[in-house]
């Protein structure tokens, strides 16, 4: 979530440090910070090499173009920690696999030692996640790691709801008609609506029959996928954030920590599938410590009726999912 990232630095880092530079101490270092992805221009990139930030927000991928640059990879000789965010995201695919080889790669480069920082609130089990996180040293032994577990618990009110009470009778048909109905009275009774979907296509097609089926037309609906350039999704991102938008139905593509703003409940169309992106997505309603997050499930079918109440009750006994790292990669 690289956006979320840049916007919590400037709140949290490059607001106070302005606030205290002027009315304390104008000789504080000015922090430089950048993003590098596959989107950043030339002419951006060209200002890294000229001007290295002290934070570089980045991607697996990015990095490892960096640490092939002739340009760039002498800058990353004075890297002295690596925060890894969603580090639960990364660590059970091969995503994670590259990400591992370049981590290793930037230790052998770095002049001095580098700390290795992982973050999440859905880890499972933290033993594992934290060797993969640190690595080992030339020798092969696990290099030391300190592993800090808050323990925190969030409220949760949730529900797995059926569209219709005879939904194992009814048709596919009349119970997304009825889930649409029920969709539309729920967005309309709350200010902000966020709505998940399990592929791009039921993403976009709830959109299409939320906004349609509004009789007033006064319900303002977005769609938000992987799939939508980078402006799309985050003019959809700042108009729920905004108040222009009273709902958005998104797949995974906002499932981890992207600021959207405040959202009142979450609905989740057909099981989640997982423990961890059951959290993950009912998480987004009431999005602070304090707050009880509200997230419903909507199901169609027995097997998902049956998925999705195990899963919910997991998440309300806090069983996580067990990640499995892959091993022994080529």
Known sequence: ?????????HKNLLEPLAGIRERVDDALPDIQVAVRTGDTTQNERARMVRKPPHILITTPESL???????????????VRTVIVDEVHDLCSNKRGVH??????????????????????????PLEEIAAFLVGRSKDGN?????????????DLDIQVRAPLPDFLEASNTALWSSAYELLLEEIKSHDT???????????????LHLNESSSDGNVRIGAHHGSMSKDTRLKMEDALKTGQLDALVATSSLELGIDIGSIDIVYQLESPKSVAAGLQRVGRAGHLLDATSQGRVLVFERDELLEAGAIFSAMKSGDLDA???PGACL
């Not at 960096?66 to 990353?76: F, I, N, Q, T, Y």
């Not at 030391?144 to 618990?153: E, F, V």
Request: glycine fraction near 6%; include cysteine.
């Open 64 to 78: 490892y173009l960096l640490l092939g640059s002739k340009r760039m990879r002498p800058h990353l000789r004075s």
């Open 193 to 207: 609506t966020l709505v998940f979907a399990n592929s791009r296509y039921k993403a976009e097609r709830t959109a």
């Open 142 to 154: 696990e290099r030391p790691c300190t592993i800090l577990n808050a323990g925190i618990r969030k």
């Open 1 to 9: 979530p690289l956006k979320a990232l840049g916007n919590d630095i």
């Open 99 to 124: 990400l591992a080889i370049s981590l290793e790669r930037l230790a052998e480069l770095v002049d001095g030692p580098m700390q290795h920082i992982g973050c999440s609130a859905t880890l499972n």
């Open 323 to 325: 990640v499995r790292i």
